[in-house]
């Protein structure tokens, strides 16, 4: 009589993690970059411009920047959050302690 060895596999669930866009922002390059590009997508969407300046926030430290904005963590979280749409003296202000600046050219 054969035995007969019966092989069971056992499936492994893969852990994933919520991708954070904040966590590869490392220099002032790639963050202009980021924005700049968000800025291109965002099709005139504030909230959506507001929640890239608070993934880069978040990469250069939330702290830092509410300090030199002069302005909460908390206030800043919701500000950037991409839920609403922030004051543009708010926006002027973040751009600043990001060490960035707006310009401005034509469509072409």
Same mark, same amino acid.
């Given at each position: 009589?054969?035995?007969t060895?019966?092989?069971?596999?056992?499936k492994?669930?893969?852990?994933t993690?919520?991708?954070d866009v904040?966590?590869h922002?490392?220099?002032p390059e790639?963050?202009?970059?980021?924005l700049?590009a968000?800025?291109e997508?965002a099709?005139?969407?504030?909230?959506?411009?507001? +929640? @890239? !300046? #608070?993934?880069?926030? =978040? %990469?250069k430290?939330m702290?830092?920047v509410a300090?030199?904005?002069?302005?909460?963590?908390e206030?800043?979280?919701?500000?950037l959050?991409?839920?609403?749409?922030?004051?543009?003296?708010?926006?002027?202000?973040?751009v +600043? @302690? !990001? #060490?960035m600046?707006? =310009? %401005?050219q034509?469509f072409?």
């Amino acid at each position: 009589m054969a035995s007969t060895k019966t092989k069971t596999k056992t499936k492994t669930k893969t852990k994933t993690s919520k991708y954070d866009v904040s966590e590869h922002l490392r220099t002032p390059e790639e963050m202009a970059a980021y924005l700049e590009a968000c800025l291109e997508e965002a099709n005139g969407d504030a909230a959506f411009i507001a +929640k @890239a !300046l #608070g993934d880069i926030a =978040r %990469a250069k430290g939330m702290s830092q920047v509410a300090r030199d904005t002069g302005l909460s963590r908390e206030s800043l979280y919701k500000a950037l959050s991409g839920e609403r749409s922030p004051g543009f003296d708010t926006i002027l202000k973040v751009v +600043k @302690a !990001l #060490g960035m600046k707006l =310009r %401005a050219q034509p469509f072409q």
